[in-house]
Each structure stands twice: as C-alpha cells, then as structure tokens.
C-alpha cells in the first residue's frame, strides 16, 4: 500500500470518528424523560454505539484494500491501532450501560406501588387471577397479593438484574466476535512483526471475556436463586403443582441442553445461562398462562422467540489459537547472480529460542567467505561457533524435505552439504551427532466413532498411516516426522472444534 493510500484512508478514518451532532434519544422508561444525567447516558450510549459502528466499517474498508492492494507494516500498525479503539469503545459502552441500568432499576423500585396500590385487592388467593394485569410478569399484583414482602422485593430485583446479565452477555457476543476477527488475521499473518501483536491481543479479548464470563455466572446465579424460589414459593401457596412439575420438566430439559452446547460455546458458564434462562422463560410463560396473565404470556413468548438465534453458539462461539513460531523456512533457490553483495551482505543466521529449523551446512571456515563461493544459492545465513564462520543455506521444517535439499546443493557442485537442526535453539549436527529414530503418533478424544469428514483427512493427509482404537481415544500413526504430525492434527482440529488431539512420541 503507498503512504498516499494509507493516509487517504486514515483521514477517511478521523471523518467517519468525529464528534457527532446530537440526535433525538427517546427513553426507554417513561417516567425518566426529565433526569438529566440519565438522558446524557442514554445520548453517550448512541454516539458510543456510532462511533463503534464507524470504527468496524473503517476497518473493513482497509482489509479489503489490503487485500486487493497487499498491505505492509504502516498498514497492519494502523489496523491494530483502530481495533484498539473499537475495544476500548465497547468497554466504556459497558460502564454506560452499567449506569443506565442502575438508574432504571432505582426508578422502578420507587415507583412500582402505584399500579398495585390502584388495583383490585379481593379475591382467594388460590384462584386464577383476573385483576390488574400487566405485561411484565412479577409486576402482576398477584404476586405482590401472594409473595412476603422480602421476597418480592428480591423477585423484582431479579428482574431488573436479568437486564444487567443481559447487557453482559451482548458484551461478551462482541468480544467472542472481536476473537474470531483476531484469530482469522492471526492465522494470515506472515511474519513476527504482524503475528506477534495479534496474539497478545487475542490474549487481551481471552482474559476478559473469561472475566465477562464470571460476572455472568454470579449475577445471573442470584438472579436465577430469586425467581426460582419466588416463583415456586407463589404456586405452592396457589396449590399449583401441575405448574410446578411442567417448571422441573423445562429445567431438565435446559440441563441437557446445556450439556450438548459444552465446547461450542467460548465458555462452559455462558452455555450454562443460555440453557436457564431458555428454561426460566419457558417456566415463566407456563406461570403466566396458568394464572390467566395473558398479557404477560404473550410478552415472554416473544422473549422466546428469537431466543435461540440471539444467544447461540455462533454468536458466542469457542475460539481459540495456536501460538505461532514464524520459523523462516524456506526452500534453497539458485540464481544466475547472487541476491547478496556488498549492500545487501549475508545476514546472520537466526537462531530461535522454540521451535525446530533444519539447514544445510554448506561449509565450515576460518574467514568469512566471499559470495561467489556460494554459487547464487539462496536464502544463506552464517553464524560464529567456536572461533570459525559457518554458512547455512535454507530454512525446512523437516528432516526429509532438509536431506532433499542436501542432495539438491551436492549435485549443483557443493562438496559436503550437511542438514543440521535448531531444536528450541539448541544446535545440533546430524552427520557427527545423529539424533535417534523417533516416531510420532496423533490422539483424537472426545469421538463416539470416526466421521467421514476426519476419515477424509487421514486419507488424504496421512498417506500410509493406520487408524486405531484405544481406550477412548483414536489413534493416527506413524509419522517420521513431529511436523507431519502437527500438520495432520491441525487440520483434523480446524474441521471439528470439538474434538482433542494430542501429539505422542519420544520428542514431546
């Protein structure tokens, strides 16, 4: 990308940020209308949310003309710097939305005597309740008739907190979103100085949204204790059992539901409150029907409705990474004329503290050699060991495509290609210390039997290896090579997340 196209870009950027004119914000409570700091909230919270919007748009615009155009570091540091932002927005979202809540949740507090006080207070309380109706199911009179004081003042608590969880969960679907985007440009990235800032962010997004996933589990672990007490507590005194066994029959089936989402969600605890509140509001719009609270039936039935597709796995989904070596390998190229001269010298070898490399050892000297000697071979590297300069050629990432290499440079007039290896930086010479046979061997967990997908990928991927059964695990094997076997169980992971696979040999 030129530095026009970049700037042309970032200044599209600042425009799509700036200050935005004031819009007409509505309450989302009436009664609320005149409270100053809250509709200033509420006004944030909408230049908040278009700020965000802008921001996501931007972005897009520049991946995609990277894409067509390629990109360079100016490019990725921008990105990086705009993503930033976007989390940084949706954090103060969350403080705003926190305020709101409370403000809301106070108002109520105060002021929901009133409809109760004006309603209808006659009548046994065993039978179905015709009076004062409302479309917020606890706010029913029967309940404030039915329930003791203490409890439905922390019945309606509950119900007010239920927003906070809510607006939790919203937060923690766009960090699971902000992880996928992360990942997906992780994954493309080609080297340390883009990989690297976008794995300790995905690191950043991973740790808050465990944390989202905690504020998640206690808020709604007390919401959920409060109504389930409340609820079952009023129909005992309304001799409701038939509405008490339909409420079990509901849990049980969340407690399945759960179960079967496990690992597809980002979070165990997040697929846990999903499944109960699924089952809370199919509890409560059984209540609501059995009291005769239409109004409130009608009202959690529309909760219902979209309630899958809003809190589903995909919106919430596991998402995870392997952490990246970027390892230079690279194959051995010859050229009439050398890439390297007095300008552009062969550089030094790099050594890595993790990960395995394999050269060619093209030579061992007392000077540095002239790069005629090395015949418009390249990529080249040299290093000082003891006194002497050695020159590699090439980077593989395994011991066969290296020997191959070797044969290669030995035919085109090199003397004693030998293939050596970096093994977590540690240096070794494997025509003076060979290293043992090792073979290498994939575990596959959490599979009832083989699905053709996976089976179509040992076949294709794993040429001569054998499947097998062994205690709960599949095994795949053998490999020759540590790196085959890597790249055979990243692929079987990539098609089916859930899944564990684990690598077995002598080098592990």
């Given at each position: 990308?030129?530095?026009?196209?970049?700037?042309?870009i970032?200044?599209?950027?600042?425009?799509?940020?700036?200050?935005l004119?004031?819009?007409?914000?509505?309450?989302?409570i009436?009664?609320?209308?005149?409270?100053?700091?809250?509709?200033?909230?509420l006004?944030?919270?909408?230049?908040?949310?278009?700020?965000?919007?802008?921001?996501a748009?931007?972005?897009?615009?520049?991946?995609?003309?990277?894409?067509?155009?390629?990109?360079?570091?100016?490019?990725?540091?921008?990105?990086?710097?705009?993503?930033?932002?976007?989390?940084?927005?949706?954090?103060?979202?969350?403080?705003?939305?926190?305020?709101?809540?409370?403000?809301?949740?106070?108002?109520?507090?105060?002021?929901?005597?009133?409809?109760?006080?004006?309603?209808?207070?006659?009548?046994?309380?065993?039978?179905?309740?015709?009076?004062?109706?409302?479309?917020?199911?606890?706010?029913?009179?029967?309940?404030?008739?039915?329930?003791r004081?203490?409890?439905?003042?922390?019945?309606?608590?509950?119900?007010?907190?239920?927003?906070?969880?809510?607006?939790?969960?919203?937060?923690?679907?766009?960090?699971?979103?902000?992880?996928?985007?992360?990942?997906?440009?992780?994954?493309?990235?080609?080297?340390?100085?883009?990989?690297?800032?976008?794995?300790?962010?995905?690191?950043?997004?991973?740790?808050?949204?465990?944390?989202?996933?905690?504020?998640?589990?206690?808020?709604?672990?007390?919401?959920?204790?409060?109504?389930?007490?409340?609820?079952?507590?009023?129909?005992?005194?309304?001799?409701?059992?038939?509405?008490?066994?339909?409420?079990?029959?509901?849990?049980?089936r969340?407690?399945?539901?759960?179960?079967?989402?496990?690992?597809?969600?980002?979070?165990?605890?997040?697929?846990?409150?999903?499944?109960?509140?699924?089952?809370?509001?199919?509890?409560?719009?059984?209540?609501?029907?059995?009291?005769?609270?239409?109004?409130?039936?009608?009202?959690?039935?529309?909760?219902?409705?979209?309630?899958?597709s809003?809190?589903?796995?995909?919106?919430?989904?596991?998402?995870?990474?392997?952490?990246?070596?970027?390892?230079?390998?690279?194959?051995?190229?010859?050229s009439?004329?050398?890439?390297y001269?007095?300008?552009?010298?062969?550089?030094?070898?790099?050594?890595?503290?993790?990960?395995?490399?394999?050269?060619?050892?093209?030579?061992?000297?007392?000077?540095?050699?002239?790069?005629s000697?090395?015949?418009?071979?390249?990529?080249?590297?040299?290093?000082?060991?003891?006194?002497?300069?050695?020159?590699?050629?090439?980077?593989?990432?395994?011991?066969?495509?290296?020997?191959?290499?070797?044969?290669?440079l030995?035919?085109?007039?090199?003397?004693?290609?030998?293939?050596?290896?970096?093994?977590?930086?540690?240096?070794?010479?494997?025509?003076?210390?060979?290293?043992?046979?090792?073979?290498?061997?994939?575990e596959?967990?959490?599979?009832?039997?083989?699905?053709?997908?996976?089976?179509?990928?040992?076949?294709?991927?794993?040429?001569?290896?054998?499947?097998?059964?062994?205690?709960n695990?599949?095994?795949?094997?053998?490999?020759?090579?540590?790196?085959?076997?890597?790249?055979?169980?990243?692929?079987?992971?990539?098609?089916?997340?859930?899944?564990?696979?684990?690598?077995?040999g002598?080098?592990?």
């Amino acid at each position: 990308m030129t530095k026009t196209g970049l700037l042309t870009i970032l200044f599209s950027a600042a425009a799509a940020i700036a200050p935005l004119q004031a819009q007409q914000i509505k309450p989302r409570i009436a009664g609320l209308e005149n409270n100053e700091t809250y509709m200033a909230l509420l006004r944030d919270d909408a230049a908040l949310q278009m700020r965000e919007d802008s921001l996501a748009g931007v972005v897009a615009r520049m991946r995609s003309e990277f894409r067509e155009r390629g990109t360079d570091s100016r490019g990725a540091d921008a990105i990086l710097s705009l993503e930033s932002e976007i989390f940084d927005v949706r954090n103060r979202r969350g403080l705003v939305t926190a305020k709101i809540n409370m403000i809301e949740q106070s108002w109520v507090l105060d002021n929901i005597g009133s409809a109760a006080k004006a309603a209808p207070q006659t009548g046994d309380r065993n039978t179905v309740h015709t009076g004062h109706r409302v479309r917020n199911l606890v706010y029913n009179d029967i309940f404030a008739r039915t329930l003791r004081r203490e409890d439905y003042e922390s019945l309606k608590r509950a119900q007010l907190r239920e927003r906070e969880v809510l607006a939790l969960a919203e937060r923690y679907a766009a960090l699971c979103d902000s992880l996928r985007t992360t990942a997906a440009e992780y994954a493309e990235a080609e080297n340390e100085t883009t990989g690297v800032p976008l794995y300790e962010k995905f690191g950043t997004f991973n740790r808050s949204a465990d944390s989202l996933a905690g504020c998640i589990t206690g808020t709604w672990g007390e919401v959920y204790d409060d109504k389930n007490f409340a609820y079952g507590y009023l129909l005992e005194q309304l001799d409701r059992e038939d509405l008490i066994e339909a409420g079990e029959k509901a849990f049980t089936r969340m407690r399945g539901r759960a179960a079967e989402s496990y690992g597809r969600y980002g979070s165990d605890a997040v697929a846990d409150f999903v499944a109960q509140r699924a089952a809370m509001l199919e509890y409560e719009a059984l209540t609501a029907d059995g009291l005769g609270l239409s109004e409130a039936a009608d009202s959690v039935r529309t909760l219902l409705k979209d309630y899958d597709s809003r809190y589903s796995p995909e919106k919430m989904p596991a998402v995870n990474i392997r952490e990246r070596l970027f390892l230079d390998y690279a194959p051995v190229e010859f050229s009439s004329s050398s890439r390297y001269n007095a300008k552009n010298p062969i550089p030094e070898c790099r050594v890595y503290e993790r990960g395995t490399i394999y050269r060619i050892l093209l030579g061992t000297f007392w000077a540095k050699q002239a790069i005629s000697v090395f015949r418009g071979a390249a990529p080249l590297g040299f290093l000082q060991m003891n006194g002497r300069h050695l020159y590699f050629a090439g980077g593989f990432r395994t011991r066969s495509e290296a020997d191959a290499a070797a044969a290669a440079l030995k035919k085109a007039g090199f003397k004693s290609p030998i293939t050596v290896v970096w093994r977590d930086g540690v240096y070794r010479n494997l025509a003076t210390d060979p290293e043992e046979k090792e073979e290498f061997g994939i575990e596959i967990f959490g599979l009832e039997r083989m699905p053709e997908s996976l089976l179509k990928i040992i076949d294709e991927q794993a040429e001569g290896c054998e499947i097998s059964r062994a205690g709960n695990a599949y095994v795949v094997g053998m490999f020759g090579e540590r790196a085959e076997a890597e790249r055979v169980a990243e692929a079987l992971k990539a098609a089916d997340e859930s899944i564990e696979v684990k690598i077995t040999g002598d080098a592990e």
